[in-house]
Protein backbone atom coordinates (compact mmCIF):
# COMPACT_ATOMS: atom_id res chain seq x y z
CA UNK A 1 0.00 0.00 0.00
CA UNK A 2 3.13 2.29 1.15
CA UNK A 3 4.14 1.74 -2.72
CA UNK A 4 1.28 2.60 -4.46
CA UNK A 5 0.55 6.09 -2.54
CA UNK A 6 3.94 6.62 -3.39
CA UNK A 7 3.93 5.67 -7.23
CA UNK A 8 0.56 8.29 -7.02
CA UNK A 9 2.17 11.12 -5.23
CA UNK A 10 4.99 10.87 -8.14
CA UNK A 11 2.61 11.00 -10.48
CA UNK A 12 0.54 13.67 -9.02
CA UNK A 13 4.48 15.78 -8.71
CA UNK A 14 5.22 14.79 -12.81
CA UNK A 15 1.57 15.67 -13.90
CA UNK A 16 2.31 19.06 -12.31
CA UNK A 17 5.37 19.62 -13.35
CA UNK A 18 4.09 18.89 -16.70
CA UNK A 19 1.71 22.11 -16.78
CA UNK A 20 1.81 24.94 -18.19
CA UNK A 21 5.20 27.00 -18.65
CA UNK A 22 6.84 28.92 -16.54
CA UNK A 23 7.12 32.89 -16.96
CA UNK A 24 11.11 32.12 -17.38
CA UNK A 25 10.02 29.36 -19.91
CA UNK A 26 7.59 31.61 -21.83
CA UNK A 27 10.67 34.76 -22.15
CA UNK A 28 13.13 31.93 -23.01
CA UNK A 29 11.05 30.19 -25.86
CA UNK A 30 9.51 33.35 -26.92
CA UNK A 31 13.38 35.41 -27.49
CA UNK A 32 14.53 32.36 -29.26
CA UNK A 33 11.51 32.34 -31.23
CA UNK A 34 12.70 36.09 -31.75
CA UNK A 35 15.99 35.33 -32.85
CA UNK A 36 15.63 32.70 -35.20
CA UNK A 37 12.24 33.95 -36.51
CA UNK A 38 12.98 37.22 -37.11
CA UNK A 39 16.49 38.20 -36.37
CA UNK A 40 17.91 35.68 -38.76
CA UNK A 41 15.86 37.26 -41.81
CA UNK A 42 15.46 40.60 -40.96
CA UNK A 43 19.47 40.35 -40.84
CA UNK A 44 19.70 38.83 -44.15
CA UNK A 45 17.59 41.26 -46.06
CA UNK A 46 20.33 44.08 -44.44
CA UNK A 47 23.08 42.22 -45.88
CA UNK A 48 21.53 42.23 -49.45
CA UNK A 49 22.58 45.43 -51.74
CA UNK A 50 20.43 48.29 -51.28
CA UNK A 51 17.58 48.85 -54.02
CA UNK A 52 17.90 49.88 -56.99
CA UNK A 53 20.70 47.45 -58.07
CA UNK A 54 21.01 45.32 -61.14
CA UNK A 55 20.91 42.36 -58.74
CA UNK A 56 17.65 40.21 -58.93
CA UNK A 57 17.14 41.05 -55.21
CA UNK A 58 17.80 44.00 -53.31
CA UNK A 59 16.99 45.35 -50.11
CA UNK A 60 14.70 49.29 -49.56
CA UNK A 61 16.42 51.43 -47.33
CA UNK A 62 12.84 52.37 -46.03
CA UNK A 63 12.21 48.39 -44.82
CA UNK A 64 15.41 47.81 -43.05
CA UNK A 65 14.30 51.57 -40.83
CA UNK A 66 11.29 49.46 -40.29
CA UNK A 67 12.91 46.51 -39.39
CA UNK A 68 15.28 48.22 -36.90
CA UNK A 69 12.83 49.94 -35.51
CA UNK A 70 10.70 47.07 -34.70
CA UNK A 71 13.65 45.17 -33.46
CA UNK A 72 14.63 48.05 -30.94
CA UNK A 73 11.11 47.96 -29.60
CA UNK A 74 11.33 44.08 -29.44
CA UNK A 75 14.42 43.66 -27.73
CA UNK A 76 14.02 46.35 -25.63
CA UNK A 77 10.79 44.41 -24.05
CA UNK A 78 12.28 41.53 -24.24
CA UNK A 79 15.21 42.59 -22.02
CA UNK A 80 12.50 44.15 -19.60
CA UNK A 81 10.88 40.65 -19.33
CA UNK A 82 13.58 38.36 -18.78
CA UNK A 83 14.72 40.93 -15.83
CA UNK A 84 11.39 40.69 -14.61
CA UNK A 85 11.34 36.79 -14.50
CA UNK A 86 15.11 36.47 -13.36
CA UNK A 87 14.01 38.78 -10.32
CA UNK A 88 16.30 41.34 -11.59
CA UNK A 89 14.03 44.36 -11.68
CA UNK A 90 10.02 44.83 -10.54
CA UNK A 91 7.73 44.67 -12.47
CA UNK A 92 4.43 41.84 -13.73
CA UNK A 93 6.01 38.83 -15.31
CA UNK A 94 2.72 38.53 -17.30
CA UNK A 95 2.25 42.06 -18.25
CA UNK A 96 5.82 42.27 -19.70
CA UNK A 97 5.78 38.80 -21.16
CA UNK A 98 2.58 39.86 -23.01
CA UNK A 99 4.34 43.26 -23.67
CA UNK A 100 7.01 41.42 -25.17
CA UNK A 101 5.16 39.04 -27.17
CA UNK A 102 3.11 41.94 -28.77
CA UNK A 103 6.35 43.34 -29.67
CA UNK A 104 7.48 40.08 -31.42
CA UNK A 105 4.48 40.16 -33.32
CA UNK A 106 4.93 43.55 -34.41
CA UNK A 107 7.89 42.41 -35.81
CA UNK A 108 7.15 39.69 -37.40
CA UNK A 109 3.79 41.54 -39.13
CA UNK A 110 6.41 43.72 -40.96
CA UNK A 111 8.53 40.81 -41.93
CA UNK A 112 5.31 39.47 -43.49
CA UNK A 113 4.05 42.47 -44.71
CA UNK A 114 7.39 43.13 -47.17
CA UNK A 115 7.21 39.33 -47.59
CA UNK A 116 10.80 39.16 -46.17
CA UNK A 117 11.38 35.62 -45.23
CA UNK A 118 10.78 34.42 -49.27
CA UNK A 119 13.16 37.04 -50.29
CA UNK A 120 16.01 36.42 -48.63
CA UNK A 121 18.54 33.11 -49.44
CA UNK A 122 17.87 30.45 -47.30
CA UNK A 123 20.96 29.06 -45.29
CA UNK A 124 23.00 26.31 -46.99
CA UNK A 125 21.40 27.43 -50.54
Do not use: W
Amino acid sequence: MNKLMLVIGACIIVAACAGAPSAEQSVYALRSGYDAGFLAPAAAYNELPRCPQTTPVCSEQKVVDRLREADDLAHKLLDDAEAIVRGQAQGDATAATKAAHDAVDAANAVLATYNIKALVPKEGA
